[in-house]
């Protein structure tokens, strides 16, 4: 059974028994990492949650800190990622910066997309057809 599940928000394809890098993104295009160009938009700040495709928590602090955390069932049980990563906003793409597990750090660029409500996030990397929608989740 294939799927797929965001994060890097990799939204890489997540086919089952991968290791939790490929679930949560190593397998998403990679650049040199340079600085990152932008801000950490107010409007994208918030915990964020995968609708459909598996279980995928993305948090967005205003401070441009990360936490991207996935859940995705393999052949051998479930496998559970948790990563930190540092984020920005810059002409409608979401940037994000991270360690691989080889401890290098890459850079993933997302397409996004709001609703007029500013509830509902569909992210895309260019070039693919994938979507993902995310869902803010609201403070309790």
Not at 112 to 137: C, H, I
């Amino acid at each position: 059974m294939r799927g797929l599940l965001l994060l890097a928000l990799g939204l890489a394809a997540v086919g089952c028994g991968k290791a939790p890098e490929e679930v949560m993104g190593d397998t998403a295009p990679r650049t040199d990492s340079p600085p990152l160009q932008g801000k950490p938009s107010p409007k994208l700040v918030g915990v964020w949650e995968l609708r459909s495709g598996g279980k995928s928590t993305l948090t967005l602090n205003a401070d441009g800190s990360s936490r991207i955390v996935a859940e995705a069932n393999s052949p051998g049980g479930k496998m559970k990622s948790d990563f930190a990563s540092e984020w920005v906003e810059n002409d409608g793409k979401l940037s994000m910066r991270r360690k691989g597990p080889d401890g290098k750090e890459f850079t993933s660029e997302y397409i996004y997309k709001l609703d007029p409500s500013g509830n509902e996030m569909k992210l895309s990397l260019e070039g693919r057809k994938a979507v993902q929608t995310f869902a803010k989740v609201k403070p309790k």
